[in-house]
């Protein structure tokens, strides 16, 4: 493991962003919950509340079955039409502050455990101020997601309009039934006018993935917000969170809302068979060390580099000509830091100086590994991995 100061590497240059909203999380972990069917109630609790479809049993909390070992959400009854509804109005117990309308990169995510029927999750406003947010009342729902394996239901970002943008689950890299899942919705609030653009990505958790992946077909979608409505399609209006279960087997876990602040994303894909690949393991936040692991390394590789740059390039530059045929260059470089392989995967360590102006800032990196025999002239390249480096 290699550790450097991003300082050293001009990261100085980078724009400094404006004031973070902060992220804010809910885990389930304060309710009462039990393991045995039926599940503990979760009507009532901590000011949630819960409506029922077509079901004896409710929507419930249960003590240790989350891919975590803590509580989580369950619905308890199979079959179609068997549905539940829950909601939970911000509080002085717990909150997420009001979004400005002008976020470029808000998000909320959950964690959940895929089933079939559906499963829903997004931000709400209490239109009516009822004390509830229900799928049969007109203008609370704003953005939320939709999973599940049925044919018709897949993976769907839903926009304030109650349009949804539909993908395969099979683009997204194995996620399967009874996986547990991250799913992000990252939002510019202030795109087209007001209106927003949207993008999901992912993280299976149950697979093992240590880095969110953008969802193909479903990045620049529009939100259909607006800011001057009296409803959910209001960002600046949010003030809940709401959940919808279609069917049993599933679950629900660590919700989080706020700026999406720092980030890994990868772009781009790497050379070789299997092809080399580069991702994040830790989040790049100021003042810590963060770090990034090069997987699928050849047997026998002496060596590996990995490149740092401030400057993208999306699409990648064709290596070929040099010799790296199938291989693509991400980045401007600014600097390298060298390591040895002893296996098939490597990881490089960065401190992240604690200096504020880098918040916002982007830093992309690059891997390379020597590799004899793979090409002409012996070396594979991986995807891009884009940082953007932020306070939290």
Excluded: K
Excluded at 13 to 31: I, K, M
Excluded at 103 to 121: H, N, T
Excluded at 321 to 344: E, H, K, R
Excluded at 354 to 367: E, I
């Amino acid at each position: 493991m290699t550790t450097r100061s991003l300082a050293l590497l001009g990261l100085a240059l980078l724009a400094p962003a404006s004031a973070a909203l902060g992220q804010h999380r809910y885990d389930f972990n304060n309710l009462m919950g039990s393991d045995t069917h039926p599940y503990t109630l979760l009507d009532g609790q901590d000011n949630w509340t819960e409506q029922t479809f077509r079901a004896a049993n409710r929507c419930g909390v249960t003590a240790t079955l989350s891919h975590d070992g803590t509580q989580s959400l369950r619905f308890q009854e199979v079959g179609p039409g068997y549905g539940c509804d829950a909601s939970r109005i911000n509080d002085a117990n717990w909150s997420y502050p009001a979004f400005a309308g002008t976020e470029p990169r808000a998000y909320f995510q959950a964690d959940v455990q895929v089933g079939y029927w559906g499963g829903s999750f997004g931000l709400a406003h209490d239109t009516n101020l009822d004390g509830t947010i229900r799928g049969a009342q007109a203008g609370e729902r704003g953005v939320r997601f939709n999973i599940g394996t049925q044919a018709n239901v897949q993976l769907q970002l839903i926009n304030a309009a109650g349009m949804s943008t539909v993908v395969p689950l099979s683009t997204t890299g194995g996620i399967s039934g009874g996986n547990w899942v991250r799913v992000r919705v990252v939002m510019d609030l202030a795109a087209n006018g007001g209106t927003g653009l949207g993008q999901v990505e992912v993280l299976n958790i149950t697979r093992g993935w240590t880095a969110f992946t953008p969802v193909p077909g479903l990045s620049a979608v529009p939100l259909a917000l607006n800011p001057t409505a009296s409803d959910a399609s209001n960002p600046t209006l949010w003030d809940a969170v709401w959940l919808h279960f279609e069917g049993a087997t599933y679950g629900l876990d660590n919700i989080e809302i706020g700026e999406d602040l720092a980030r890994a994303l990868p772009y781009g894909t790497g050379c070789g068979n299997p092809a080399v690949g580069l991702r994040g393991v830790d989040r790049p936040v100021i003042g810590t060390t963060a770090s990034a692991e090069v997987y699928e390394i050849p047997a026998g590789s002496p060596a590996g580099f990995l490149f740092l740059g401030v400057v993208q390039f999306d699409p990648g530059i064709d290596l070929s000509p040099i010799g790296m045929v199938g291989c693509s260059l991400y980045l401007q470089s600014i600097g390298a830091i060298a390591f040895a392989p002893s296996g098939p995967t490597a990881l490089t360590s960065l401190s992240i100086p604690p200096l504020p102006a880098l918040a916002g800032g982007d830093l992309f990196l690059q891997s390379a590994v020597i590799a004899p025999g793979a090409n002409t002239l012996g070396v594979l390249a991986t995807n891009g991995l884009r940082w953007t480096i932020d306070l939290r």
